[in-house]
C-alpha cells in the first residue's frame, strides 16, 4: 500500500466508517477522555454513562430541577461532538458570578433541551444531533438513580459525593454499593448498544462512582454477560483518594467482577509505563499511588493481561493518554478478534497511522 493512499484522509474516513462497533461504559473524565482517542479509529461508538452524579453543576441542577445530572453526559457529548473550536468553548464555558457561578453553558444547554421536550433521553439525543456526535452517547438509564456505599462498620451512605467524602474522613472500607431504587431499568437504546458491539469498554474512571453503578442497573449485567463482543476493562493508572486507596491491581479487577460476574471479562488493559517521581510525589499527598500490575497476580483470573505504554505525555498528570489508550484496545481487539478481508485492512491502515 503507497504513501499516499495511507495518508488519504477519504481513505481513513472510509476506514472509521467500517471501523468496529465499540460500546464504553463508565462515567467521568475517564469515559469523556477515552471517547477522544476512540473516534480516531470508528465511527461506530456508543458511550453509555452513568447518572448517578450529585456534586458540582450537575448536583445544583439535579435538586433544583429534578433532572438527571448532565455533566458526565455532556463531557461525552463534547468528546465526540464535530463542532467548531468557539462552539466548543462556549459549551465548556463555566460562569465565574452570580447564581450561575460554577455552572457549564453545556449543562444550561442540556437543561434547555430537557424542559422544551420534557424528556432527559429525549433531550441527550436532540443534543448527539444538534452538535453532529460521532457515534451516540446515552444515558444508561433515565431513572432518578443515586449510588449507595455499605462500608465495612455496617454504616450506610446514600451519595456519590457523601460516600466520597465519608470515606475520606473515616478512611474506611467500602464492603458494597448499591443503587436506589433497585429496579431502575437500562435504557433500551443502551442494552442494543451492548448486544450488538464489537468491543465492549469498561473504564478508565472511577471504580465505585462511574463503572460499577452502570452495572447495577437492571438489565445490563445480563447484556454484558450475553455479548459475543470482546469485554476489556481498562485497568486505571493510579489508585483514588476516597475510592480505592489501598487497592491493588488485582482488588480492582475482582471489584469489577463482583458486580459483572467472573469469567466475563476477556482483557484486562493495564499501562505499563513509569511515570515522572515529582509528579507521583504530588499525587502521594493526595493519597493515590501507581497500580503496579505483575502477571502472576492476573494468573488465575481467566482474564488476558495485556500491558502498554499508556501515560499522557503533558508531563503534568499521570493519566491515560487518549489516543495511545485507544490505539491499544484496536490494537487488542485485532489481534484477539482479527477482522477479514478489506477491514482488516482498515483495521491496520488505522493502527498504522496513529502508531
Do not use: W
Not at 217 to 236: C, F, H, M, Q, T
Request: aromatic letters at 6%; glycine letters at 10%.
Amino acid at each position: 500500500m503507497s504513501n499516499d493512499i495511507i495518508l488519504s484522509e477519504e481513505t481513513l474516513k472510509s476506514a472509521r466508517s467500517a471501523g468496529r462497533k465499540v460500546t464504553a461504559i463508565g462515567g467521568g473524565t475517564g469515559l469523556s477522555s477515552l471517547l477522544l482517542g476512540l473516534k480516531e479509529y470508528t465511527e461506530n461508538i456508543t458511550a453509555i454513562v452513568t447518572v448517578t452524579d450529585d456534586g458540582g453543576g450537575s448536583g445544583k441542577l439535579r435538586e433544583e430541577f429534578n433532572m438527571l445530572p448532565p455533566g458526565d453526559i455532556r463531557n461525552c457529548i463534547l468528546s465526540l461532538a464535530n463542532i467548531t473550536p468557539s462552539m466548543s468553548a462556549l459549551l465548556n464555558h463555566r460562569f465565574t458570578n452570580g447564581s450561575l457561578k460554577g455552572q457549564s453553558f453545556g449543562n444550561l444547554f442540556l437543561l434547555a433541551l430537557n424542559e422544551i421536550y420534557g424528556s432527559f433521553e429525549v433531550a441527550v439525543a436532540k443534543m448527539n444531533e444538534f452538535l453532529a456526535v460521532t457515534g451516540k452517547v446515552l444515558p444508561v438509564t433515565t431513572a432518578n438513580a443515586q449510588i449507595y456505599a455499605v462500608f465495612d462498620d455496617g454504616t450506610k451512605i446514600l451519595g456519590e459525593t457523601a460516600i466520597t467524602e465519608h470515606k475520606k474522613k473515616t478512611n474506611g472500607g467500602i464492603k458494597e454499593v448499591g443503587i436506589l431504587p433497585q429496579n431502575a431499568k437500562a435504557l433500551p437504546e443502551a442494552i442494543a448498544a451492548i448486544e450488538e458491539a464489537d468491543i465492549i469498554v469498561l473504564g478508565p474512571g472511577s471504580l465505585y462512582t462511574s463503572i460499577v453503578p452502570n452495572l447495577l442497573v437492571d438489565g445490563v449485567r445480563e447484556a454484558v454477560a450475553n455479548s459475543k463482543a470482546l469485554k476489556i476493562y481498562v485497568l486505571n493508572v493510579m489508585t483514588q483518594g476516597g475510592e480505592t486507596e489501598n487497592y491493588s491491581a488485582l482488588r480492582h479487577f475482582q471489584e469489577i467482577e463482583k458486580y459483572l460476574g467472573e469469567g466475563i471479562i476477556d482483557v484486562c488493559l493495564a499501562n505499563g509505563e513509569k511515570a515522572n517521581k515529582k509528579i507521583l510525589d504530588r499525587y502521594l499527598k493526595e493519597g493515590a499511588v501507581p497500580l503496579n500490575v505483575t502477571k502472576s497476580e492476573f494468573k488465575n483470573t481467566g482474564a488476558r493481561l495485556v500491558c502498554a505504554n499508556m501515560l499522557a505525555r503533558d508531563g503534568m498528570h499521570v493519566r491515560h493518554d487518549p489516543l495511545r489508550l485507544s490505539y491499544n484496545i484496536i490494537k487488542t481487539a485485532s489481534k484477539l478478534r482479527p477482522r477479514k478481508g478489506i477491514m482488516k485492512i482498515y483495521d491496520d491502515l488505522l493502527l498504522r497511522q496513529n502508531m
